[in-house]
């Protein structure tokens, strides 16, 4: 077939395809991101880094603008502070800046906004920036696990859950006396859950509760059960979930997933004397096969404090792998997987949203504020307390 053919049959498969397509304003519920309030301007704009430049100068120290170590070079560049979600987070909560410019994603947002004054507006330049992983799991389907594990005669679980989910599932184990976690206080958070009761009911990530469960605590993979929110009764007898010690949430992140055995594998024969430093968001057996693993600020460091020539296969989000490796010359850092994979939705915030929003704040507008309603906000406020009381 030519080319000219092709392009034509794809046309037409697109044109019977029942599918909404993106771009059309066809349907708003998917689209969240595309219908910006004004003008968001053209990625091709060459004067984008001077728009972006001269808003920010305009804003001045009250408007801190936070980016999250996976976004892209050509936003990081205008962030005042980096780091993960938590670090980012409880800056922007003791910054006392007026406004914040969350670069990152929305359960980020959430966060800051739980943590910041609330007076203080929260901005995610683009709404469409949301979270696989946080999206595996809604406060519904959580609310009726925990009617399964109640009919199931599981009556002492803790429930636990990763920073990466919605303030509503936070607020959730704060009502039920459970706590929050990141990917570096994990073993601590699950130490303290399973002192508390019998069993760990650990959301969203089923990957990170398990190399948690596993790897730090010393559990066995037979202590642990996964929980499929699509099934009935999870799709686990009520007498395996009875006997579990922690019960795992069907979700994962689609970057971290992505890594497999194999990979590791691979770079070991290819690249001799390799290092492989693996997010704990990866799966059991990829983080088994690693020689280290660690959060996003582990990983950071561990390159840092690298003697030059180390070689590195390094399994989290692309941004931040391809970061190291131009600010670390005097090291190899390959990343681990051989395809690109970066994370789709922290790439929603580009430079043209981001001038957007810096611009509408420049011209008095609050764009795509995020707000938690204050019930949600206090009952997550507590599960976050207790994390941050958690022993050391
Ligand atoms: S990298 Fe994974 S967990 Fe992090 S924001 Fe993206 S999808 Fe969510």
């Known amino acids: ?109 959430e966060t800051a906004d739980i943590l910041t004054d609330e007076s203080t507006p929260v901005v995610l330049p683009d709404l469409a920036a949301g979270c696989s992983m946080a999206d595996m799991a809604d406060i519904s389907q959580v609310e009726a696990a925990w009617d399964d594990l109640a009919d199931a ?67 066995s993979l037979g202590d642990c059960v ?3 929110p699509r099934l009935p009764g999870g799709g686990v007898a009520p007498a395996a979930l009875r006997a579990a010690r922690v019960v795992l949430w069907k979700g994962h992140c689609s970057v971290h997933g992505t890594f497999t055995r194999e990979h590791v594998d691979r770079v070991r024969e290819r690249v001799p004397g390799v290092r492989v430093l693996a997010h704990p968001e990866c799966r059991y057996e990829v983080v088994e096969a690693a020689d280290e693993v660690g959060s996003t600020e582990r990983i950071i460091a561990a390159v840092r404090a690298a003697p030059p020539g180390t070689r590195w296969a390094i399994g989290t989000e692309l941004n931040l792998v391809g970061r190291l490796a131009q ?39 609050v764009p795509n504020r995020i707000r938690v309603d204050a019930d949600t906000a206090a009952w997550a406020r507590v599960a976050l307390d207790r994390m941050l009381a958690l022993p050391g």
């Open 226 to 228: 996964v929980y499929d």
């Open 327 to 365: 600010e670390h010359p005097e090291q190899q850092i390959t990343y681990l997987n051989d395809t690109v994979c970066f994370c789709a939705t922290m790439r929603r915030i580009d430079l043209p949203h981001l001038v957007w929003a810096l611009e509408e704040l420049v011209a008095g507008r």
């Open 153 to 219: 005669g599981c009556d002492a679980v803790v429930p636990l859950t990763y920073m990466n989910s919605s303030a509503a599932i936070k607020a959730f184990t704060g009502r039920h006396g459970g706590t929050v976690c990141t990917s570096s206080n994990a073993a601590r958070a699950m130490a303290w859950a399973l002192e508390q009761g019998d069993q760990v009911l650990f959301l969203p990530d089923q990957h990170l509760g398990r190399n948690t469960a596993v790897r730090d605590l010393g559990l």
């Open 1 to 109: 077939m030519s080319a000219a053919a092709g392009v034509t049959s794809l046309r037409a498969a697109a044109e019977r395809t029942p599918l909404l397509l993106l771009g059309r304003r066809a349907d708003p519920d998917s689209e969240r991101g595309t219908t910006c309030p004004g003008t968001v301007p053209d990625p091709g704009d060459p004067a984008l880094v001077e728009r972006a430049r001269a808003a920010r100068a305009a804003l001045g120290a009250d408007v801190l603008v936070l980016g999250h170590h996976y976004q892209r070079d050509d936003v990081i560049r205008f962030a005042d502070v980096r780091g993960d979600s938590f670090k980012l987070a409880r800056d922007a909560a003791a910054s006392g800046a007026g406004t914040i410019v969350f670069c990152g994603v929305h359960f980020m947002a």
